[in-house]
């Protein structure tokens, strides 16, 4: 399977945070056997890696550069990523809300950005890729075949969170959750490098009041549309 530029085809699945696009991504890859690519698991190894490190998140050059030498990589365990920074597995400390806000900081930096770009490049392999970020089908795969730009209300995201955090037994403010996530829009739709907007050709799903299995079903369409086997 390919594009028509002969690459292996790629998924991009874009969209705020709690969207569901990490869920969509994920059951997406295992039903097409793609490989999965969740960008924001790199910018939060990276905003991990400052705060283990004591850097000040608003010294752009020192997160540059220790983005340039991120030590990270990914692997699969029944059929969930995992994340390892310098051979810790930080897949559950990546989640953390502290993690969440650094990240989207850590990624607002235009080096810190060009640093893993090419990074993000590499897991196009065969048979595909399904990425899932904020700035997929926009900036990093921009010829994608197919691009989805997954959305829900700020008040269907928070509740999406503190009932995922209730689960963990991790309590919380729901008021709190829906201030941050409404922080943390703005501030990801506003920064000046590769700010989160859908791409012109993207398909614009809204996951608000819908299930999992509907959305999946709509962007296996829209594969199936659009990419040749």
Known sequence: MSDTNGLPPVVTIDGPSGSGKGTIAKLLADRLSFSLLD???????????????????????????????????????????????????????IRMERVSMAASKVAAIPGVRAALLQRQRDFRQPPGLVADGRDMGTTVFPDAPVKVYLTASAEERANRRFAQLQEKGVSVSLRDLLEDIRARDAQDMNRKASPLAPAEDAVELDSTGVSIDEVLRKVLDLVQERISP
């Open 39 to 93: 960008s924001g698991a790199l910018y939060r190894a990276a905003a991990l890696a400052a705060l283990n490190k004591e850097v000040d998140l608003s010294n752009d050059k020192l997160l540059t550069e220790l983005a340039k030498d991120l030590d990270v990589r990914f692997t699969v365990s029944a059929g969930q990523l995992q994340v390892w920074l310098e051979e810790s597995d930080v897949t559950a400390d």
